[in-house]
């Protein structure tokens, strides 16, 4: 099969206008950036019927080396209904620079179900997450020479809390000391850099409403602490204006096209640990009111991304999910089911319904939001008849469908089954909401998730956790959604905990006040929040001719 | 009289399509980024006719506390010139977010002789110091993650010169130490960061060719030296291309129109003092190709941006300038005759006979060059006839002549004096060759500019500078041009030393190689690379209301 990067040369795009013209999309309300790519201005659903599309979440299984394909899932799926007639929209979030050079490579799909043009998408797009890199960064200087010019709000420099950001992996940023050598460069502290998107800048723009919303929640940032421990606010520095500015364009959301040139809408994309995990609420909101049906997706695996989706995102947006589509394949069961990376190409029904576990409990996670679900089995060539034979069997005892998706090898024709049930699926009954309350305790909410959702025993904080949550009552901001920061491998905090582990205890680390995105994270171990290079990155394979035709990039 | 950003929001803008066709642009060579914004793809000249139009270079006396106008000059000029029926195109360099948020503010131009959209500009613009930014810190990470990674180049952490960089004024960044905490965090260093703007990466997009050249030059820049003193370069890292590919779009140039809707070319915008402080050769090239006359603009003063203009860029691009004009305004000579800054609104005819001297030097110095030069007065309100007489007068001397520019106040009408002489100056006889042969030894090279051009009696090296001198001389590249890393208040090295000093020596403490863009720096006292912020920074009156109307941008 040809690479993703000669599939998106072949395939046939059509000018953005085009695109736009199918959604009714004024004219005036269309920012082209080059051909193929647009920012949808102001509110471009205002002259539009008020009514709603329906809204699928795709979302999956525990990650695994192995990998399940839930972009790809989702872009074959909206191809897949736009193909049956349904006017549809994939959302999704935007590929960070850092794993495109990295391990990870692009992240805009692949095979025959991709977003185009895929280098543009994967390298800088439209620029949203370096104007991030930008804001954020103007705040951290904007830090710093406040302390150095006399620091009149008495900010503890041992307690600030927000860091420089660079959309890269570079490992060497993690630990940093700032303001070394004479005094005017300002006062020596120990500091961190984070990857663009754990930014809490990252957070606010996809959970922020419009540029007032953004402004709001951009100055209500808690910085760090002053030497008598009141919150210091970016307000405070009088900055938010200016960072607000800096992401006038970043706030509108991107248009593009899928390889079948299905509509795409792509903006944002949080962490799906210390932040959300999910696209933008401008992008969903600006997609539901231009086509019958919105296909978004969530990060990492349900009881990360698609959990946050559904407890902090659609509170906040007002959405209600209409259908939720949990992605597996045969291979990551396997490898769930104890099987090594290596032998996953063999034929293993055992190990398949002993990591068929991990599949059951998301989708019984998911069915507890009382939204319709189904499973979506991403067809490798491996795949053997017997083993895709189990999981339907399996599934009867779960009371959802299966559907099988071959959108990589096969494009929209290979999703036509998922593309029928989940249209079906989105006229069934529906009793969505939200798994907790915000207004119980701190503790409460992360036992709720932690019991209901990943199936631990107790959980247990450390004295840091603890003081932090009490200083956050004290805030009065206790009533906020909590954002747990998990590892994504498994459902304990525990990485090498396979398929559906039971009796065990979810250690809260540290508890921090995300107070401008509007949640609280619960950090449970070490969460990365600026990856490294590995020793050959993908970056040393990448190139591009005197042309300007790319290769490497995937 | 209006602010910029009022004058701004009352103009007309064309389409920038229209623009383009002005221009004879093919349709299928631009990029446009929203309706007022567009890259120019490929060499958008290739099918017109290969006569090219005339150059036309501004520059300035020394930069004064007064501010002289330089590129607000440019723009007015190139309006004035569109006017009288000339096909014209004024290139400029991109403004840097650093000084924006700093103390200078915006950087496209002022008045009525302004870029548009000038918050666009001031912005992000197309993104292109983004992609500069990203490429040079793929660099830095792949250098710290080599070392982390087991080191097979033997590369000495103590020895790397390439910094990351930001497009920030920040001075915590100045010097940093990397890679603290533990041992997965990579080989502890010390480190630094500098402004995106003094990028190498910044001085070779504005001397490369094409996207082949580009990456040759990334190719060759040296990063460091290993433990036994062998160079390394940034293709032994073997990321290159990658950083080639994160340029594809940086590298083309930017189509806008002024606020008379002339076309205007934004690209690069590399500092004076340590790179050459030019717009792009590709934007200056395209223009010529484009437009019948180009006017371009080079930074600080003519002993700094014009000269390396006049030695390094345009021997490099195999540019003739047509015409010379130097910018001053009354209130800056009166500086440089000792006046305070806040006296200079007094009409003082003496003072400003003394501060002449700086003018008469700098037009000397472009005189022997061999090109056609002219004074643009860049008129101010406080101005008196007694003062712009006594120019007049002493401009005879020079045997040049003297316009009054009032673009600022007045657009394209109050340019007309200087388009009618640029236009006629452009025809007299012209026999440009740069100052110095670059077979020369280095140390002539810097003694030739120090003496011929900045008036020195001589030149005096540290060690660290002649062992340098020595160490390229053994690279090979001693046959390369020089670029002083002067400051930019005195033709001295001492910022104090105002209107025409003699009798002084130049100190060399330090050289350095830009292998990549193909210049040696010779550094005189310490040259800030990474400005800081004031204690009121301009970001904090900066604003944005629910609408998008920008305010405190100018």
């Given at each position: 099969?040809?690479?993703?990067?000669?599939i998106?040369r072949?395939?046939?795009l059509d000018?953005?206008?085009v695109?736009a013209?199918?959604?009714?999309?004024p004219?005036?309300?269309?920012?082209?950036?080059?051909?193929?790519?647009?920012?949808?201005?102001?509110?471009?659903f205002?002259?539009?019927?008020?009514?709603?599309?329906?809204l699928?979440?795709?979302?999956?299984?525990?990650p695994?080396?192995a990998?399940?394909?839930?972009?790809?899932t989702?872009?074959?799926?909206?191809?897949?209904?736009?193909?049956?007639?349904?006017?549809t929209?994939?959302?999704?979030?935007?590929?960070?620079?850092?794993?495109?050079?990295?391990?990870?490579?692009?992240a805009?799909?692949?095979?025959?179900?991709?977003?185009?043009?895929?280098?543009?998408?994967?390298?800088h797009?439209?620029?949203?997450f370096h104007?991030?890199t930008?804001?954020?960064?103007?705040?951290?200087?904007?830090?710093?020479?406040?302390?150095?010019?006399?620091?009149?709000?008495?900010?503890d420099?041992?307690?600030?809390?927000?860091?420089?950001?660079?959309?890269?992996?570079?490992?060497?940023?993690?630990?940093?000391?700032?303001?070394?050598?004479?005094?005017?460069n300002?006062?020596?502290?120990?500091?961190?850099?984070?990857?663009?998107?754990a930014?809490?800048?990252?957070?606010?723009?996809?959970?922020?409403?419009?540029?007032?919303?953004?402004?709001?929640?951009?100055?209500?940032?808690?910085?760090?602490?002053?030497?008598d421990?009141?919150p210091?606010?970016?307000?405070?520095l009088?900055?938010?204006?200016?960072?607000?500015?800096?992401?006038?364009?970043?706030?509108l959301?991107n248009l593009?096209?899928?390889?079948?040139?299905t509509?795409?809408?792509?903006?944002?994309?949080?962490?799906?640990?210390i932040?959300?995990?999910?696209?933008?609420?401008?992008?969903?909101?600006t997609a539901?009111?231009?086509?019958?049906?919105?296909?978004t997706?969530?990060?990492?695996?349900?009881?990360?991304?698609?959990?946050?989706?559904?407890?902090?995102?659609?509170?906040?947006?007002g959405?209600?999910?209409?259908?939720i589509?949990?992605?597996?394949t045969?291979?990551?069961?396997?490898y769930n089911?104890?099987?090594a990376?290596?032998?996953?190409?063999?034929?293993?029904?055992?190990?398949?319904k002993?990591?068929?576990?991990?599949?059951?409990r998301?989708?019984?996670?998911?069915k507890?939001?009382?939204?319709?679900?189904?499973?979506?089995?991403?067809?490798?060539?491996?795949?053997?008849?017997?083993?895709?034979?189990?999981?339907?069997?399996?599934?009867?005892?779960l009371?959802?469908?299966?559907?099988l998706?071959?959108?990589?090898?096969?494009?929209?024709?290979?999703?036509?089954?998922?593309?029928e049930?989940?249209?079906?699926?989105?006229?069934?009954?529906?009793?969505?909401?939200?798994?907790?309350?915000?207004?119980?305790?701190?503790?409460e909410?992360?036992?709720?998730?932690?019991?209901k959702?990943?199936?631990?025993?107790?959980v247990?904080?450390?004295d840091?956790a603890?003081?932090?949550?009490e200083?956050?009552?004290?805030?009065?901001?206790?009533?906020?959604?909590?954002?747990?920061?998990?590892?994504?491998?498994?459902?304990?905090?525990?990485?090498?905990?396979?398929?559906?582990?039971?009796?065990?205890?979810?250690?809260?680390?540290?508890?921090?006040l995300?107070?401008?995105?509007?949640?609280?994270?619960?950090?449970t171990?070490?969460?990365?929040?600026?990856p490294?290079?590995?020793?050959v990155?993908?970056?040393?394979?990448?190139?591009?001719?005197?042309?300007?035709?790319?290769?490497?990039?995937?």
């Open positions: 099969m040809k690479s993703d990067v000669e998106a072949e395939a046939h000018e953005i206008q695109i013209e199918r959604l009714n999309i004219k005036d309300k269309l920012k082209p950036y080059g051909r193929y790519m647009a920012k949808i201005e102001g509110r471009a205002e002259d539009h019927d008020e009514a709603r599309g329906k699928v979440l795709v979302t999956a299984i525990n695994t080396p990998g399940e394909g839930k972009t790809t989702n872009i074959g799926l909206a191809m897949a209904m736009d193909k049956m007639g349904k006017s929209i994939s959302t999704l979030r935007e590929p960070s620079l850092g794993p495109v050079f990295g391990i990870k490579g692009g805009a799909g692949g095979g025959y179900a991709q977003v185009l043009p895929m280098d543009d998408i994967n390298l797009f439209t620029g949203d104007a991030i930008s804001a954020n960064n103007l705040i951290a200087a904007a830090i710093d020479n406040h302390i150095h010019q006399g620091n009149e709000l008495g900010i420099p041992k307690k600030i809390s927000f860091k420089r950001v660079l959309d890269m992996n570079d490992r060497a940023l993690r630990e940093v000391i700032v303001a070394m050598g004479p005094k005017k300002g006062v020596i502290r120990q500091d961190g850099f984070d990857i663009t998107v930014s809490e800048i990252m957070a606010i723009l996809c959970l922020a409403r419009d540029l007032e919303d953004f402004k709001a929640r951009v100055g209500r940032i808690i910085i760090g602490y002053t030497y421990e009141k210091v606010y970016v307000k405070d009088e900055v938010a204006g200016a960072v607000t500015m800096l992401m006038k364009d970043a706030i959301p593009v096209q899928t390889i079948e040139n509509p795409a809408i792509i903006h944002g994309g949080p962490f799906a640990n932040a959300h995990g999910c696209n933008s609420i401008i992008a969903t909101e539901l009111h231009l086509a019958d049906y919105t296909i997706e969530a990060g990492f695996g349900a009881d990360l991304g698609a959990e946050k989706f559904l407890d902090i995102a659609a509170p906040e947006a959405f209600t999910p209409d259908c589509v949990v992605v597996a045969v291979r990551a069961l396997k089911g104890g099987v990376v290596k032998d996953l190409g063999e034929e293993d029904v055992d190990a398949l002993a990591g068929f576990v991990n599949l059951k998301h989708v019984e996670n998911m507890s939001y009382g939204v319709p679900v189904v499973i979506a089995i991403n067809k490798f060539p491996t795949d053997t008849e017997a083993e895709l034979k189990t999981i339907d069997e399996l599934a009867v005892g009371g959802v469908d299966v559907a998706s071959d959108v990589f090898s096969k494009g929209s024709e290979g999703g036509m089954e998922l593309a049930k989940v249209v079906a699926l989105c006229e069934a009954p529906n009793s969505y909401a939200p798994l907790y309350d915000t207004n119980l305790p701190v503790e909410k992360i036992e709720m998730i932690s019991k959702i990943y199936g631990a025993k107790d247990v904080y450390s840091d603890l003081a932090m949550i200083r956050i009552k004290k805030l009065g901001r206790d009533k906020l959604p909590v954002c747990m920061a998990k590892t994504q491998m498994s459902f304990t905090d525990d990485p090498t905990k396979l398929g559906s582990p039971e009796d065990f205890t979810i250690h809260i680390r540290d508890i921090r995300s107070n401008g995105a509007g949640f609280i994270v619960a950090l171990g070490a969460v990365m929040t600026m490294g290079l590995p020793k990155p993908a970056a040393n394979g990448m190139d591009i001719d005197a042309h300007g035709v790319i290769t490497g990039l995937s």
